[in-house]
Nanobody
Framework: VQLQASGGGLVQAGGSLRLSCAAT????????MGWYRQAPGKQRELVAL???????NYADSVKGRFTISRDNAKNTVYLQMNSLKPEDTAVYYC????????????????WGQGTQVTVSS
């Protein structure tokens, strides 16, 4: 299963961006889809995730500003980022786990290629 992320860019503080990530392949089911980020010199951290049932989880630092959503029919996850701050600057990665078909149902855990988000002050 491959993930293709898009939507990053440069924005001023207080602005908004929307990230998208589409999963392709013979997907049987998806357990969850999520976004992580990694700033220079820091560890990768969870930003938000959404389960197959629609339950969401957010990092404290983004609660109230970011919204994760998904289109199950398109196997796509979105991250709407509002009120962006310079500290949100990082490479954002999408991640998804589930089951795909490759002769027989098999688990997968895939990562996207990363998209840069830069917030200027």
């Amino acid at each position: 299963v491959q993930l293709q992320a898009s939507g990053g860019g440069l924005v001023q503080a207080g602005g908004s961006l929307r990230l998208s990530c589409a999963a392709t392949g013979i997907i049987v089911s998806i357990d969850y889809m999520g976004w992580y980020r990694q700033a220079p010199g820091k560890q990768r951290e969870l930003v938000a995730l959404i389960t197959s049932g629609g339950n969401t989880n957010y990092a404290d630092s983004v609660k109230g500003r970011f919204t994760i959503s998904r289109d199950n029919a398109k196997n796509t996850v979105y991250l709407q980022m509002n009120s962006l701050k310079p500290e949100d600057t990082a490479v954002y990665y999408c991640n998804t786990r589930g089951t795909y078909y490759s002769g027989s149902p098999s688990p997968f855990d895939s990562w996207g290629q990363g998209t840069q988000v830069t917030v200027s002050s």
